[in-house]
């Protein structure tokens, strides 16, 4: 029964959509750019923490979550909420390349992450990303001159050499 199962799924594995984990990776770095609790030490580490996400959404909260949907604001929806929490602070606690610190981030990261990944999933078609790309890159090196050509960029030089 399960290598039956395996040979139906093994076909979906490799014709995969790696753009959409590029872009459930982007939500994690958007995220963390929100959140100064969440660092985000490499590319890996952000793919790697999506990556155990799934995994972990997809075996755990189907039956939890999914049959059990609460239909308002109640004890229930707030337990969810908080087991979602923990499960996010316990696999960042767990993975290599991605640190937190509070509770208070690992509650509010799976609720930001999620809407990140929302308009990114329906938004992603209409966004020029070439554009989008030449525009981060030419902020970036105006922010790189900019610091190198400031006050700032001198004392950092002379701390650096001294």
């Known amino acids: 029964m399960e290598t039956a199962l395996l040979l139906k799924?093994?076909?979906k594995l490799f014709s995969m959509d790696f753009g959409y984990w590029g872009l459930?990776?982007?939500?994690?770095?958007l995220?963390?750019?929100?959140l100064p609790n969440l660092k985000i030490k490499s590319m890996t580490g952000a793919l790697t923490t999506v990556v155990a996400l799934a995994f972990v959404n997809s075996k755990l909260w189907d039956a939890a979550l999914f049959l059990h949907l609460p239909d308002s604001f109640s004890y229930h929806a707030i337990l969810l909420l908080l087991a979602n929490?923990?499960?996010?602070?316990?696999?960042?606690k767990i993975l290599p390349g991605i640190e937190i610190?509070?509770?208070r981030a690992a509650f509010?990261?799976?609720?930001?992450?999620?809407?990140?990944s929302l308009l990114i999933d329906k938004y992603h078609d209409q966004i020029d990303w070439p554009?989008?790309?030449?525009?981060?890159?030419n902020l970036f090196s105006h922010l790189k001159q900019f610091f190198m050509?400031?006050?700032?960029?001198?004392?950092i030089g002379k701390t650096k050499v001294e």
């Open 9 to 11: 799924t093994l076909p």
């Open 24 to 29: 459930q990776t982007l939500a994690m770095l």
């Open 31 to 34: 995220t963390a750019f929100i």
């Open 85 to 92: 929490g923990a499960i996010f602070y316990i696999l960042v």
């Open 101 to 103: 610190s509070g509770f």
């Open 108 to 116: 509010l990261a799976p609720l930001i992450f999620t809407g990140w």
């Open 131 to 137: 554009a989008v790309w030449e525009y981060t890159s």
């Open 149 to 155: 050509e400031s006050e700032l960029g001198d004392k």
